[in-house]
T-cell receptor, first 112, second 112 residues
Framework: DAGVIQSPRHEVTEMGQEVTLRCKPISGHNSLFWYRQTMMRGLELLIYFNNNVPIDDSGMPEDRFSAKMPNASFSTLKIQPSEPRDSAVYFC??????????FGSGTQLSVL | GESVGLHLPTLSVQEGDNSIINCAYSNSASDYFIWYKQESGKGPQFIIDIRSNMDKRQGQRVTVLLNKTVKHLSLQIAATQPGDSAVYFCAEIQTGANNLFFGTGTRLTVIP
């Protein structure tokens, strides 16, 4: 198994631009999580899907952030418009249940 | 001085020595605990887990100890190697909950 696959690995954009991060979970996993990691706040859960349905999006910081999971093998996290304070590493993780998560390699986002 | 981010505890050990990384968890209802290892530029990687009905679990070169009385978790790494250098996170969850809570992490540096 290739594990959780995220793209792009690095994204540099200008303030105000739309950013779309992509994730392919491990086949067979029914839960998908988006996390953000910064030096200031550590690992923060943004949103959690179960069977493609968003269950808990209380961690999504603002309306500028949105996430979708159109099918069991693909999810996106979109930031529109992006701001410099959104700069962070964004991780996608998948699992069979909420405890044992398998993480992707992350997307390093820099908003200038 | 002004805090500019999370204070990440650090541990430096000589190659070949044993390492002990500690973690205090907050929720007395948590019944499942995981240790993750995060190397530079990568996502957190599952190392070992333990349920609350156990107080010790061993893996390959790693042992996790759980003390529910004082809500303390530790990770022991035997014969530490340079490849063990990373940030180690403990995480806790209560069965049935959606959110795995991560600690702030400990940076382990192995000195050759």
């Amino acid at each position: 198994d290739a594990g959780v696959i995220q793209s792009p690995r690095h994204e540099v954009t200008e303030m105000g631009q739309e950013v779309t991060l992509r994730c392919k979970p491990i086949s067979g996993h029914n839960s998908l999580f988006w996390y953000r990691q910064t030096m200031m706040r550590g690992l923060e859960l943004l949103i959690y899907f179960n069977n493609n349905v968003p269950i808990d999006d209380s961690g999504m910081p603002e309306d500028r952030f949105s996430a979708k999971m159109p099918n069991a093998s693909f999810s996106t996290l979109k930031i529109q418009p992006s701001e410099p304070r959104d700069s962070a590493v964004y991780f996608c993780a998948s699992s069979l249940w909420a405890g044992k998560l398998f993480f992707g390699s992350g997307t390093q986002l820099s908003v200038l | 001085g002004e805090s500019v981010g999370l204070h990440l505890p650090t541990l430096s050990v000589q190659e070949g020595d044993n390492s002990i990384i500690n973690c205090a968890y907050s929720n007395s209802a948590s019944d499942y605990f995981i240790w993750y290892k995060q190397e530079s530029g990568k996502g957190p990687q599952f190392i070992i887990d333990i349920r609350s009905n156990m107080d010790k679990r061993q893996g390959q070169r790693v042992t996790v100890l759980l003390n529910k009385t004082v809500k303390h978790l530790s990770l022991q790494i035997a014969a530490t190697q340079p490849g063990d250098s990373a940030v180690y996170f403990c995480a806790e969850i209560q069965t049935g909950a959606n959110n795995l809570f991560f600690g702030t992490g400990t940076r382990l540096t192995v000195i050759p």
